[in-house]
């Protein structure tokens, strides 16, 4: 019962990575738009999101 459960985990992580991509893309024109504008709080945040999201990727890959 323990091995089912993990592989649906599993399998439901594995769902999230192209929404974590599309995320990632969307996020980088966000940091693209701010830094055209010189807008440095946006820079930041955007930075700060987009290592959340690489983190949460690398996660999921690597399982």
Do not use: G, H, W
């Amino acid at each position: 019962m323990k091995f089912v459960l993990e592989t649906l985990r599993l399998e439901e992580e594995r769902e999230k990575l192209p929404v974590i991509k599309m995320e990632i893309d969307y996020e980088l024109l966000t940091l693209y738009d701010a830094l055209q504008e010189n807008d440095t709080v946006q820079v930041i945040k955007s930075k700060e999101r987009l290592k959340e999201l690489r983190k949460q990727f690398l996660m999921i890959k690597k399982t």
